[in-house]
């Protein structure tokens, strides 16, 4: 079993910052890519910034310049989006996904959390 934990999300005005954390736990041997993804009300879900295994970062065009990707030095299993410069379209579920190899395992195998609500206030 492999489990993604988000946190971090609330309600901000718009301008305004937040972070959000998210930390894989589990049965697992190595991660490879991790990603944020975001679904606004009655809209389809829609890949936000990924990083990978080497720290290579890439953002969607709605969130380049604001928002910025990391994972944890010290645990790399735990990835954080810092959101700055809010916009009440940002407003979305956010989903934080991740690439695991199992133990004894030969493929990645991709898992997603529950999602935390971020909600921008005009």
């Known amino acids: 079993q492999v489990h993604l934990v988000e946190s971090g999300g609330g309600l901000v005005q718009a301008g305004g910052s937040l972070r959000l954390s998210c930390e894989v736990s589990?049965?697992?041997?190595?991660?490879?890519?991790m990603a944020w993804h975001r679904q606004a009300p009655g809209k389809q879900r829609e890949w936000v910034t990924s990083?990978?295994?080497?720290?290579?970062?890439?953002y969607a065009d709605s969130v380049k310049g604001r928002f910025t990707i990391s994972r944890d030095n010290a645990n790399r299993n735990t990835t954080y989006l810092q959101m700055n410069s809010l916009k009440p379209e940002d407003t979305a579920v956010y989903y934080c996904?991740?690439?695991?190899?199992?133990?004894?395992?030969?493929?990645?195998?991709?898992?997603w959390g529950q999602g935390t609500q971020v909600t921008v206030s005009s």
């Open positions: 996904t991740a690439h695991v190899m199992p133990p004894y395992g030969s493929t990645w195998l991709p898992y």
């Open positions: 990083i990978t295994s080497a720290g290579t970062t890439n």
């Open positions: 589990g049965s697992i041997f190595s991660i490879n890519a």
